[in-house]
């Protein structure tokens, strides 16, 4: 089992994140805290232990600038409000498809386990990394010019979540139909990741109130149901996307030992993994299998 380094490595580095402008450098100290709770949460094959922790190995040795702890500084247990004060602004609208939620509950999660790791530095970098994170706009979505003016009520196509039952199922079902990104018109377009995004937002929501911040869920529900209309804006009749939907996966088990046997730039192999077992046990028993192949999907395609 990973031990507590993890977790104190993956805090200081979504800390460091927040020392430079922007929000992406977020995804290494995320995939390290989601490689320790995924290792201590689910009854996992050795291999795929191996495969978490090489991964996390993997990137504590790539961006050491990011893993470096802090020193001389002490816990302070008021400081956790600013945390939640940067997971407002993330849950208040829908944003670079709900980074600082993927983020901000790994962290939020951890902290609360740690509370000695309420660091200022490790507090004050990552709320400037979760306030980077809430301020996203522009075309992310093919066909919409700003994304960041859409609302609640412009989704026709995503009835409301009555339960969480509800929020798994669409997330999940959202995943039948995997295309890898393209350009089209000189635009990258994500379009697996928009779908993988699904899946850590909807993690988060339901996280946010086991660890009694349902407020947080609430405020945020409303942004995945967009989150998923939006994630539909797929042109599958364009010439760069026309045949190229990945129907059959070349594994079918998210413990497959050709997934776990690598390790990948793509800190996503961590967060996605343990998203889609989060999600997966709490589907109907009847529906996992289907679902865990749609998982897979997205899982072959990681670089």
């Given at each position: ?12 580095a ?20 989601a490689?320790?709770?995924m ?25 050491p ?8 500084e002490?816990?302070?247990p ?21 980074h600082?939620n993927?983020?901000?509950f790994?962290a939020l999660k ?24 809430s ?47 393209q ?31 349902p ?40 413990f ?10 793509d800190?996503h ?6 998203a ?16 865990e ?11």
């Amino acid at each position: 089992m990973m031990n507590e380094r993890y977790l104190e490595l993956g805090l200081t580095a979504l800390g460091r994140t927040g020392e430079e402008p922007g929000w992406f450098g977020g995804h290494y100290g995320a995939a390290v805290l989601a490689a320790y709770y995924m290792d201590r949460e689910f009854d996992l094959p050795e291999h795929v232990r191996t495969g978490i922790q090489n991964m996390a190995d993997h990137y504590i040795a790539t961006y050491p600038q990011l893993f470096t702890p802090y020193e001389n500084e002490q816990a302070d247990p008021a400081l956790l409000e600013r945390i939640i004060d940067g997971l407002r602004a993330n849950t208040a609208r829908l944003s670079h498809s709900g980074h600082g939620n993927a983020y901000g509950f790994l962290a939020l999660k951890a902290l609360l386990d740690r509370p000695d790791m309420l660091l200022p530095s490790i507090v004050n970098g990552f709320y400037n990394c979760l306030i980077a994170s809430s301020e996203g706009s522009g075309n992310r979505y093919y066909g919409v010019e700003e994304y960041s003016t859409f609302t609640i009520d412009q989704v026709t196509d995503i009835p409301e979540y009555r339960n969480f039952d509800d929020l798994v199922e669409r997330a999940m079902d959202e995943c039948r139909h995997v295309y890898p990104g393209q350009v089209i018109d000189g635009k990258k377009y994500h379009f697996t990741g928009e779908i993988e995004h699904g899946l850590t937002h909807a993690q988060a929501l339901i996280e946010y109130d086991r660890l009694g911040y349902p407020e947080l869920t609430a405020a945020g529900l409303p942004n995945h149901r967009i989150q998923m209309q939006l994630n539909r804006n797929i042109p599958v009749d364009h010439e760069a996307v026309r045949g190229t939907e990945i129907v059959e996966p070349s594994f079918t088990s998210i413990f497959a030992p050709e997934f776990w046997g690598k390790t990948y730039t793509d800190p996503h192999c961590l967060k996605v993994p343990y998203a889609a077992l989060y999600l997966l046990q709490r589907l109907p028993e009847e529906k996992r299998a289907e679902a865990e192949i749609n998982m897979c999907k997205i899982l072959v395609q990681m670089k």
